[in-house]
């Protein structure tokens, strides 16, 4: 074996860090329902974000099928398509994406990817996912108390989410808010676990620069909820006084049901300034972990180094700081101060660039690469150009001028399903199947696999493209039924049968991927230890699926940066990171 | 995990400058804050999350009081006391902060003993820390009957915007929740102190961790935040 060339090792740092001390499960339910191991911890928050997911994935039939077939489905009232609405858009932002990508893969992968052996608190990460489960069973519940769930609007503009006349006045905007305080409690204790971890905890050897960028994107994105998520908290107590207490923070005077209400000198606007300051760089939240999965599935899948590392590296540092002076650019029409528009749509614009570096880079990764197309390459290349489509819709609805004949019409929702909606699951359903075999030790099907890739990244396009043209007419968002609006012709309607009936069926294809889930558990083709030949730490375990401790008795020593593929010279395509360089002294002692 | 490890970070970085020097230590090897234990870490972390909903909060109060077009009380004259027969603003207030900062004092000497393994003296000086904040907690309940007893409520008040009850029993409500967490927090740890828990090297029930004397810096870094927040909310709020 030749001598592989490397830079910058001279010997491994001494241990700073005394071995943790773990807690050793006695019985069957600290082992696997109280259990303190991230590892399970992830596997609970993936099956709850899952389940409360399949929920929201229900409501956009409901929805589809009401807006694809008016007047068809008597059992879909106004009020509850407005509620289908709410309660769709709020579980798939937040309890399905971001407890998924933070609270499932942050949790599973943080510890692996960086040679730890848990995060630094497994208590506390325990209970971060208990209040986790008490925030998704509030939030569940709001559909059997009387009144029924929330129907403002996954947005939940004041004044109209706690006046009557909005479906859920009575209980299910209460609920909704609690839900969400429970969230951001729950989530916090999980954050500060994931962030401690990457900073504090990594194994010799590691350093940031050699971290994978999937601990890159979900690290700057747990770091960004631990900042956002207060915006969120504070409108949340704000909001449940107005209702309860009959506080004005956000309701000025105005005449309900016919009568001058109780409110009186509350600004609405500020609850928007709240909200979207949660809500913009919530939106980075759920694509930054997803920018640095696809990073490490792309560069294993093609057998090649990165493009760019470090440039990566800083694109996601930097659109995690612009995500925080551009939240403006979703109230151009809301009647803030004109001139506000002039600086977010700057701002807004600049964020293209930390962007078009990533998407370049995964570009240039890609080239001249040795592509393997298997599921996880695929559903990663189908995120690529989804990310641009939506990224590009995006520059339209960043510009003032050009976002304002646009606002509240299916342009937008055309653009954020395809930007935060499709690309993030895009990277969720390929990152599952490229970890399923560490997790459970087998493959998963890869025909039902294809199959699977297929329907979904197809019928997204069939769904979300014609949207934009219906946008585009001037077709409005979370309208019940167009009714016979003369500026919306015919072909508009035609088309959103077409759309319901795809969006049903791109549905149902996910039965394929669950049912893949349960029979691969079981019948899966045996993984080993490696199945994709990867380099990073995560594959390197001694048992697969990963036993408590994740090590064995020795930590793992890191050498390398995480993208050694194809090395020239080198015996094997891929050289993983604990893999110490050949030809050199391994240890010149501590002080070296 | 243990007690901090002191090494000597930096070696081979040492010789980079400017930027490039700052991005080669945060992310030097294992640990980006050396000699900075998982605990203190992450107390650190968050409160700077804690920052940011105290931030949201004042700056939604602030937001509030400026776009009001009814007057806003005075809080010069709202939180007077007539003591003796002399009418003097704002003295309970200074009372309350005197007596937290106060608390903040006793903190730091408890810390202090606390790394000389003073285990008496540590255990006592958190209970002073504490009962100062009980008794700040107290007088701030004082002062919500007092207020309620004249009319004020959170949707509205005798004098002036109804958003200044609202905002007045939101923001010292948070904190004085932050304050009683703080109490329970200090009374949990200094029994844990005086029973010579960190001593003996006990294990956590539910962690099944050895404690430190640590412990009592992290709590005292919390209990210096909620001074510190009081502060901004006496300067915001009272003295605007």
Redesign the interface.
Same mark, same amino acid.
């Given at each position: 074996m030749v001598d592989i060339p490397y830079e910058g090792i001279?010997g491994i740092?001494?241990?700073?860090?005394?071995d943790?001390?773990l807690?050793?499960p006695r019985s069957w339910w600290t082992r696997y329902v109280f259990s *303190?191991d991230a590892k399970v911890i992830a596997i609970q928050y993936s099956l709850t974000a899952t389940a409360i997911g399949l929920v929201a994935l229900v409501l956009s039939w409901l929805m589809r099928l009401q807006l694809g077939f008016p007047g068809t489905f008597s059992f879909i009232d106004a009020n509850q398509y407005l509620q289908f609405i709410t309660m769709h858009g709020m579980i798939m932002v937040i309890y399905l994406l971001t407890a998924l990508f933070l609270g499932g893969f942050g949790n599973y992968l943080i510890p692996l990817m960086v040679g730890a052996r848990d995060m630094? !608190?497994?208590?506390v990460n325990m209970l971060s996912y208990w209040v986790y489960l008490l925030a998704v069973l509030v939030l569940a519940s709001t559909f059997f108390v009387p009144g029924g769930p929330t129907g403002a609007g996954w947005t939940l503009y004041p004044p109209q989410a706690i006046l009557s006349g909005t479906p859920g006045q009575d209980w299910g905007i209460i609920l909704m808010m609690s839900s969400l305080i429970l969230f951001i409690i729950g989530f916090?204790m999980g954050g500060?676990?994931y962030?401690?971890t990457v900073? *504090?905890?990594?194994?010799?050897?590691?350093?940031?620069?050699r971290l994978p960028l999937t601990v890159w994107g979900i690290f700057t994105a747990t770091v960004m909820a631990?900042?956002a998520?207060?915006?969120l908290?504070?409108?949340s107590?704000?909001l449940l006084?107005d209702r309860l207490?009959?506080?004005? !923070?956000f309701m000025p005077s105005l005449v309900e049901m016919g009568q001058l209400s109780?409110y009186?000198?509350?600004?609405p606007l500020?609850f928007q300034h709240?909200f979207w !300051?949660f809500g913009h760089p919530e939106v980075y939240i759920v694509a930054l972990p997803a920018f640095g999965i696809v990073s490490d599935l792309i560069s294993t899948h093609a057998r090649k180094n990165i493009f760019g590392y470090r440039m990566m590296v800083w694109a996601i540092v930097a659109i995690g700081a612009l995500s925080f002076i551009v939240w403006a650019h979703h109230m151009y029409v809301s009647g803030m101060f004109p001139q506000f528009g002039y600086f977010f749509a700057t701002t807004t614009l600049i964020i293209a660039i930390p962007t078009a570096i990533k998407v370049y880079n995964w570009v240039l990764t890609l080239w001249r690469g040795d592509i393997h197309l298997t599921v996880p390459m695929l559903f990663a290349l189908g995120f690529i150009i989804t990310f641009v489509n939506g990224g590009l819709t995006g520059l339209f609805l960043g510009n003032v001028v050009v976002d304002v004949p646009l606002s509240d019409t299916m342009f937008v929702v055309a653009h954020f399903h395809m930007v935060m909606g499709v690309a993030p699951i895009m990277v969720v359903l390929g990152a599952i199947y490229h970890w399923y075999p560490k997790v459970t030790g087998r493959m998963l099907n890869e025909a039902m696999g294809k199959f699977h890739f297929w329907v979904t990244f197809l019928g997204a396009y069939l769904i979300f493209f014609p949207m934009h043209y219906l946008g585009l007419l001037g077709v409005p968002r979370r309208y019940f039924e167009l009714g016979d609006a003369t500026f919306i012709p015919s072909s508009a309607h035609s088309l959103n049968a077409f759309i319901s009936v795809v969006a049903l069926t791109v549905g149902f294809s996910q039965m394929v991927f669950l049912f893949n889930l349960a029979w691969s558990l079981f019948k899966g083709e045996a993984s080993g230890g490696n199945p994709w030949r990867a380099t990073t730490l995560e594959w390197q375990t001694p048992e697969t699926p990963p036993g408590h401790g994740n090590w064995g008795k020795d930590l793992p020593v890191v050498y390398r940066w995480a993208y050694d593929y194809s090395v020239p010279g080198a015996a094997e395509d891929f050289i993983p990171q604990n893999q110490p360089p050949r030809a050199r002294k391994l240890i010149q002692g501590a002080?070296s | 995990m243990a007690e901090t490890v002191l090494t000597n970070p930096g070696q081979s970085t040492a010789q980079l400058e400017g930027w490039r020097g700052i991005a080669a230590d945060w992310a030097s090897d294992q640990r980006a804050f050396k000699n900075v234990s998982w605990g203190k870490a992450m107390m650190w972390i968050f409160l700077l999350s804690d920052t940011f909903i105290f931030s949201c909060f004042l700056l939604s109060y602030m937001t509030a009081r400026m776009s009001t077009t009814v007057p806003w009380p005075n809080p010069s004259e709202v939180f007077a006391l007539n003591i003796a027969g002399k009418h003097i603003p704002l003295i309970l207030i200074a009372i309350m902060t005197f007596i937290l900062i106060s608390s903040s004092g006793t903190m730091a000497m408890a810390v202090n003993f606390g790394y000389r393994r003073d285990r008496v003296r540590t255990a006592i000086l958190m209970l002073v820390t504490a009962a100062f904040g009980a008794t700040f907690v107290g007088m701030q309940a004082f002062e919500w009957t007092k207020l309620i007893m004249e009319g004020v409520r959170p949707w509205g008040n005798p004098w002036g915007a109804a958003q200044f009850g609202a905002s007045f029993f939101m923001i010292t409500g948070f904190h004085g929740t932050h304050v009683t967490i703080g109490v329970i927090f200090l009374i949990a740890i200094a029994r844990k102190v005086f029973r010579g828990d960190f001593d003996v090297e006990r294990r956590g029930f539910f962690t099944s961790r050895k404690g430190y004397y640590e412990i009592v810096e992290i709590t005292g870094l919390y209990w210096h935040f909620v001074d510190l927040v009081w502060v901004f909310i006496f300067a915001f709020f009272y003295l605007w």
């Amino acid at each position: 074996m030749v001598d592989i060339p490397y830079e910058g090792i001279e010997g491994i740092p001494p241990a700073e860090v005394p071995d943790v001390e773990l807690y050793h499960p006695r019985s069957w339910w600290t082992r696997y329902v109280f259990s *303190q191991d991230a590892k399970v911890i992830a596997i609970q928050y993936s099956l709850t974000a899952t389940a409360i997911g399949l929920v929201a994935l229900v409501l956009s039939w409901l929805m589809r099928l009401q807006l694809g077939f008016p007047g068809t489905f008597s059992f879909i009232d106004a009020n509850q398509y407005l509620q289908f609405i709410t309660m769709h858009g709020m579980i798939m932002v937040i309890y399905l994406l971001t407890a998924l990508f933070l609270g499932g893969f942050g949790n599973y992968l943080i510890p692996l990817m960086v040679g730890a052996r848990d995060m630094v !608190f497994p208590y506390v990460n325990m209970l971060s996912y208990w209040v986790y489960l008490l925030a998704v069973l509030v939030l569940a519940s709001t559909f059997f108390v009387p009144g029924g769930p929330t129907g403002a609007g996954w947005t939940l503009y004041p004044p109209q989410a706690i006046l009557s006349g909005t479906p859920g006045q009575d209980w299910g905007i209460i609920l909704m808010m609690s839900s969400l305080i429970l969230f951001i409690i729950g989530f916090t204790m999980g954050g500060l676990n994931y962030v401690v971890t990457v900073l *504090q905890a990594r194994t010799r050897g590691m350093t940031l620069m050699r971290l994978p960028l999937t601990v890159w994107g979900i690290f700057t994105a747990t770091v960004m909820a631990l900042l956002a998520f207060p915006a969120l908290f504070v409108a949340s107590v704000m909001l449940l006084l107005d209702r309860l207490l009959g506080t004005s !923070f956000f309701m000025p005077s105005l005449v309900e049901m016919g009568q001058l209400s109780k409110y009186g000198g509350g600004s609405p606007l500020l609850f928007q300034h709240l909200f979207w !300051f949660f809500g913009h760089p919530e939106v980075y939240i759920v694509a930054l972990p997803a920018f640095g999965i696809v990073s490490d599935l792309i560069s294993t899948h093609a057998r090649k180094n990165i493009f760019g590392y470090r440039m990566m590296v800083w694109a996601i540092v930097a659109i995690g700081a612009l995500s925080f002076i551009v939240w403006a650019h979703h109230m151009y029409v809301s009647g803030m101060f004109p001139q506000f528009g002039y600086f977010f749509a700057t701002t807004t614009l600049i964020i293209a660039i930390p962007t078009a570096i990533k998407v370049y880079n995964w570009v240039l990764t890609l080239w001249r690469g040795d592509i393997h197309l298997t599921v996880p390459m695929l559903f990663a290349l189908g995120f690529i150009i989804t990310f641009v489509n939506g990224g590009l819709t995006g520059l339209f609805l960043g510009n003032v001028v050009v976002d304002v004949p646009l606002s509240d019409t299916m342009f937008v929702v055309a653009h954020f399903h395809m930007v935060m909606g499709v690309a993030p699951i895009m990277v969720v359903l390929g990152a599952i199947y490229h970890w399923y075999p560490k997790v459970t030790g087998r493959m998963l099907n890869e025909a039902m696999g294809k199959f699977h890739f297929w329907v979904t990244f197809l019928g997204a396009y069939l769904i979300f493209f014609p949207m934009h043209y219906l946008g585009l007419l001037g077709v409005p968002r979370r309208y019940f039924e167009l009714g016979d609006a003369t500026f919306i012709p015919s072909s508009a309607h035609s088309l959103n049968a077409f759309i319901s009936v795809v969006a049903l069926t791109v549905g149902f294809s996910q039965m394929v991927f669950l049912f893949n889930l349960a029979w691969s558990l079981f019948k899966g083709e045996a993984s080993g230890g490696n199945p994709w030949r990867a380099t990073t730490l995560e594959w390197q375990t001694p048992e697969t699926p990963p036993g408590h401790g994740n090590w064995g008795k020795d930590l793992p020593v890191v050498y390398r940066w995480a993208y050694d593929y194809s090395v020239p010279g080198a015996a094997e395509d891929f050289i993983p990171q604990n893999q110490p360089p050949r030809a050199r002294k391994l240890i010149q002692g501590a002080a070296s | 995990m243990a007690e901090t490890v002191l090494t000597n970070p930096g070696q081979s970085t040492a010789q980079l400058e400017g930027w490039r020097g700052i991005a080669a230590d945060w992310a030097s090897d294992q640990r980006a804050f050396k000699n900075v234990s998982w605990g203190k870490a992450m107390m650190w972390i968050f409160l700077l999350s804690d920052t940011f909903i105290f931030s949201c909060f004042l700056l939604s109060y602030m937001t509030a009081r400026m776009s009001t077009t009814v007057p806003w009380p005075n809080p010069s004259e709202v939180f007077a006391l007539n003591i003796a027969g002399k009418h003097i603003p704002l003295i309970l207030i200074a009372i309350m902060t005197f007596i937290l900062i106060s608390s903040s004092g006793t903190m730091a000497m408890a810390v202090n003993f606390g790394y000389r393994r003073d285990r008496v003296r540590t255990a006592i000086l958190m209970l002073v820390t504490a009962a100062f904040g009980a008794t700040f907690v107290g007088m701030q309940a004082f002062e919500w009957t007092k207020l309620i007893m004249e009319g004020v409520r959170p949707w509205g008040n005798p004098w002036g915007a109804a958003q200044f009850g609202a905002s007045f029993f939101m923001i010292t409500g948070f904190h004085g929740t932050h304050v009683t967490i703080g109490v329970i927090f200090l009374i949990a740890i200094a029994r844990k102190v005086f029973r010579g828990d960190f001593d003996v090297e006990r294990r956590g029930f539910f962690t099944s961790r050895k404690g430190y004397y640590e412990i009592v810096e992290i709590t005292g870094l919390y209990w210096h935040f909620v001074d510190l927040v009081w502060v901004f909310i006496f300067a915001f709020f009272y003295l605007w």
